[in-house]
């Protein structure tokens, strides 16, 4: 489970604001307890020993570099100093410092070199390196891409060994996630919620198979109208989609555990397949995933889903 008690001190240069605040709020999304100056410090507060407090009480130090932080004498320099002080009272073997870096820079502090360095660049390889700093942070986090990708038949039997997805050709060895599902009522609309990957899924979804664009419009509406109270649902990548796969069948003879409506048989992903203009589409009555709609009429399902907290025993 997540570590609620680590504390983790984000540092940055103000000129990667907005990078900060991507990784803060993605990893707040992990539950965890991240120090970031914007939200940590009270109006009134004495910020330079507010920080200086913060970093002393951390469990891990996590520095953003880029050539905005190492080119020029800044607060983050600081921050780094009192960090490598800190880094100095204990054991080598203990991960205190984590040093990210979001484009290719060198720092100027020599005991940086002795780190293994996260990149969270190019954008392709940010969901890679957020996996990274969660194998630090807090160890068993399960993260899954959740930002619509093209995959071709490879990418997507590399995936499905990377997480132990069930799939009847591509995978039949994969055991799939122990989910931990909790089944709530919001405004009489049901959720399921996914306490091992963070997901929150409709528990059932659209009534008719559609179109993909169709399916889009749907989700849309869905949106405007604020099912279960939000208003951020969204068609699930094909890791997601993939995640909901059992490795046996269960109720209707389907591979999808029984909290789910029965009634949506295969759905749409937000994933193209490589060099075509279709979708990946997951069916749970046949435990596969498919490169477009095995319909001839290029319909299927729509089970919208919208990201939450996430922890894997």
Not at 43 to 62: D, H, P
Not at 79 to 103: D, G, H, M, N, T
Not at 278 to 288: A, I
Request: charged share 30%; glycine share 8%; aromatic share 12%.
């Amino acid at each position: 489970m997540t570590n609620q008690k680590s504390k983790i001190f984000l540092s940055y240069a103000r000129e990667d604001m907005g990078m900060a605040k991507r990784l803060y709020d993605d990893l707040k999304r992990f539950g965890l307890n991240i120090w970031f100056d914007q939200e940590s410090i009270l109006g009134g507060q004495n910020w330079k020993v507010e920080v200086k407090k913060a970093i002393r009480k951390s469990n891990y130090f996590l520095v953003i570099l880029s050539k905005n932080s190492v080119s020029h004498e800044g607060y983050v320099q600081k921050e780094i100093r009192i960090a490598l002080e800190k880094q100095e009272l204990r054991s080598e073997s203990k991960i205190f410092i984590i040093p990210v870096r979001i484009e290719k820079c060198e720092p100027d502090y020599e005991k940086l070199y002795d780190l293994n360095w996260i990149d969270l660049f190019p954008e392709n390889e940010y969901q890679n390196g957020l996996r990274k700093i969660l194998q630090v942070v807090s160890p068993g986090t399960f993260v899954i891409r959740n930002e619509p990708k093209e995959l071709s038949t490879t990418d997507v039997q590399e995936m499905l060994k990377m997480h132990g997805y069930y799939e009847i050709d591509r995978n039949p060895a994969g055991n799939g996630i122990k989910h931990h599902y909790k089944v709530q009522e919001v405004n009489g609309d049901k959720i399921v919620i996914d306490e091992a990957t963070g997901l929150i899924w409709q528990q059932s979804g659209s009534d008719e198979f559609m179109k993909f664009e169709d399916g889009n419009n749907w989700i849309v509406e869905l949106n405007q109208n604020g099912y279960a109270g939000y208003h951020d649902w969204r068609l699930p990548t094909l890791e997601e989609a993939m995640s909901l796969m059992e490795p046996s069948l269960k109720k209707a003879n389907l591979y999808i555990d029984a909290v789910f409506d029965e009634l949506q048989t295969y759905i749409w992903t937000a994933d193209l397949v490589k060099g075509e203009w279709r979708q990946w589409v997951v069916t749970f009555e046949g435990g596969s995933c498919d490169d477009g709609p095995f319909n001839y009429l290029g319909l299927s399902y729509v089970r919208a889903v919208r990201s939450g907290q996430s922890s894997r025993e």
